[in-house]
């Protein structure tokens, strides 16, 4: 069958082949050898044929490369060959002794085989460089081999233990490795499309500041055909295409999901032409000739290294089932597997090439069985980690070490000035700094600052001092909705300041891939509730410290204004509580702010911490204005004392602590009046901090009081105030005289009509009747 090339369609030719013979006439690249081996006629999926004659064309008329640029990368040396054979052999070996390891009990949980796919391996280790970006997905021992990750630490890794890539944190799913810039293995299907995108970011990002190392650096990304008709697909090669950006997507075809032929689900399977649209060129690969996968991938690679994005795609056949829990029950799987490991293996086929001549098979073969052997020696001696090691890895910075206002940038104030200096135009920063200096001003006036300002002036400040601070968001020129990042476009350009599309996980996922990579990104929300599109990357963003062993930092911020105001009138979706979906997730700092000067002090710091974190702004009083001492940098892990209750409402038992945050805060301080003129009183503690739990502002309070309030906008069930009543319990309990009383919304969406919102969203009325029932 002849290459498949742009514009033709790979169904009709599949079929076609088919019909011709139920047996597969199997040519192989540089031999006149024809060997015939019988199909199964149950077979739906037959191995198609790219010779590297026939993808020529395709590469002039796609990619316009030149016959000279064709030449190249055609030209594969006996050192490339003998090179490529034994890494295919490596990993066939090592994806063995893998096998036998699981049977044994050495290896847990999931784990995911290559074997079969061993070209794609063998492309990567001839035309991937050490400072290239990698993304893999949870199939990814061999591309981490391949790309020069010690094999003795990837098994270790496997094997749960100290050794390991990541001291056992990842396992076989996620193998990082930041030497040779092997960014994962991720988990969750196509979720690591954005995260390369935001990789080749920084690659852009590195030449516009000058800090490129090497500027020809490409980001690489590694999806099945399934993830590839993931929603992430689409945007991932329009943000590519929109900024050029030099990133190579690689998509594996076996064909199959677990139990679903791909064909089943999707109408179109020719993946290497979902660029056109966007202007990318694609090509196809017959990732059973080792030969020919070399050839047209060094072609994509070099198009990536000099000229923007492209597509790869392998059509390959993988011989296990999705995992060793694979009961491999979908039609045909067997029989295809039986048929594909006689006819389809790239080993066996490069064997019986005239290019197995060039080689000496047996002292490759042995090198690469060489290699395992040593693995499986050092994962074997190789000490367990400690067991504190995951809690010592929450958190990049642990909280309260870290002076903010002593951290510099990463290259020092002096260097970031010049960089500054030398990318923005003298009057753009003339105009930038005038307008800092206003916003400055209004925070020292009477009046006051509004909230969205006090966070807009934080944020110009630290993309100012920092030229590593990047931010993304909708609606970016005009300010979103609050101007938090207004003028960040107009000042530091686009590609420093993005407008995104319209779903925040995508531009979440960009800030993650950057984040990794030396940046500062900062993600504004418009409504924290929008979040809930994101909430997958949002986990990965508090897991990646600690599931990569503590070898990538995660500086990523978070803003969203949010809450549920009473009588806000917005109804159920634009009223969850999502600080309290994402309090469950690992590694994540999250802080709340009510006012301008906590609002500012906050996102000061989270900026410059180096962990993810998220901060969350109050919905309908983001224009209220008030104090803000500017220059202040307010810690990540403190709630915030508004007000102690007086020492004669404390002796008459008539004082309570009251928790609260967001629109809480002022419902609170509403409350007081009425609360004194009976005679009750409260020490009033804003959780500045949702997480982590400030136990020590809390006790102190009860150690005054005796007695807990918690004025909350989350749900009864799962809720913030659940959180912090069952931690007050758990640690306090010989502190409170009454039980924990929680003024939260119950069960139910939040309506929109005010007379029922009435009686779901508390207010000030509520605390008042709260507070006295305890007293």
Known sequence: MPAVRAGSNLHRRTNNAKK????SVIRRASTTKTKTIEAPPNLERLRILTPWEEAQP???SEFGMSDAEIAEAGALSDEEISEAYTMMQLCRDFENECNQAYMAGKI????????GQESIPALLGNAIRKTDLKHSYYRDHCHALACGVDAGAVMAELFGRDGGTCRGTGGSMHIYDMETNFQGGWALVAEQLPYAVGAARSIALDKHLGTGEAEDRIAVVFVGEGGAQNGRMAECLNAAAKENLPILFVVIDNGRAINTFTKDVATNQEVFNQGKHYGIPGVLADGQNVQDTMRIGRAAIQHVRTKGPAILQVHTFRFNGHSPADPEHERNRKDEKRWARAACDPIKIFEESADAARVDLAACTAKAREEVRKALEFANASPPPPKDLAAQLEYPDPTGSVDYSKREPVMGLAAAEEITKRIVPEATLTALKARIEALRAMAGSEAGISIGDAVNLAILEEMLRDPTTTAHAEDLQAGSSYNVPANTQQAFGTLRAADEIIDEGHFIGKALGEA???YRPIVELMNANFGIYGIAELSSAGNTFATTGGQFEMPMTIIGAGGTAPNQSLGAEHSQPFHAYIMGIPGLKICTASKPHEAYGLAKSMIRDNSPGVLLLPVKLMKTRGPCQVDNFLPLHKATV???ASQAAIDAGKA???????????????????????????DLVELTCLKPFDADTIRASLQRTHKLCILDESTR????????????AETMFDELDAPVSRLCMEDAPVPYATEMERAMVKRAADLVEGVKAMC
């Open 656 to 682: 309570v602590t009251v928790l609260t945050y967001l629109h809480g805060t002022k419902e609170a301080e509403d409350a007081i009046d009425q609360l004194n003129a009976e005679g009750y009183d409260c």
């Open 717 to 728: 069930s799962g809720g913030v105030g659940a959180t912090m009543s069952a931690l007050v």
């Open 642 to 644: 508004h007000r102690h």
């Open 20 to 23: 011709q013979s139920r047996s």
């Open 516 to 518: 990794m990579n030396g």
């Open 108 to 115: 847990r949980g999931f784990m995911h085989l290559d074997n």
């Open 58 to 60: 395709v590469l002039k």
